[in-house]
Nanobody, 124 residues
Framework: VQLQASGGGLVQAGGSLRLSCVVSGLTFASYGVGWFRQAPGEERKFVAAIRRTRTTHYADSVKGRFTISRDNAKNTVYLQMNSLKPDDTAVYYC???????????????????WGQGTQVTVSS
């Protein structure tokens, strides 16, 4: 199983980026996918998740600014990030799990498979 995250970069505050997570080696449509982020010296934190039913969930800090979506034909999950803030600076990781449940979808240990991360830097 491989998860390949891409799309990170350097952007000014107020700008936008779209992250992609391409998944291979599993039946993608049967899996939920989450995005997490980790800033230096901090724990990995939940950003957003999309279940196999396409229901979506967001951290309060990104609601209204970020949108998660999936394209099962391309085995890809996207994270559209708008109105970026310096506090959004982190390494962003995507993760997949077959049995994401509502009570634990924000918990990193819930997820079986992880990508390598992509750096997002937002300058003020």
């Amino acid at each position: 199983v491989q998860l390949q995250a891409s799309g990170g970069g350097l952007v000014q505050a107020g700008g936008s980026l779209r992250l992609s997570c391409v998944v291979s080696g599993l039946t993608f449509a049967s899996y939920g996918v989450g995005w997490f982020r980790q800033a230096p010296g901090e724990e990995r934190k939940f950003v957003a998740a999309i279940r196999r039913t396409r229901t979506t969930h967001y951290a309060d800090s990104v609601k209204g600014r970020f949108t998660i979506s999936r394209d099962n034909a391309k085995n890809t999950v996207y994270l559209q990030m708008n109105s970026l803030k310096p506090d959004d600076t982190a390494v962003y990781y995507c993760a997949a799990d077959r049995s994401i449940i509502l009570s634990s979808l924000s918990v990193p240990a819930q997820y079986d498979y992880w990508g390598q991360g992509t750096q997002v830097t937002v300058s003020s």
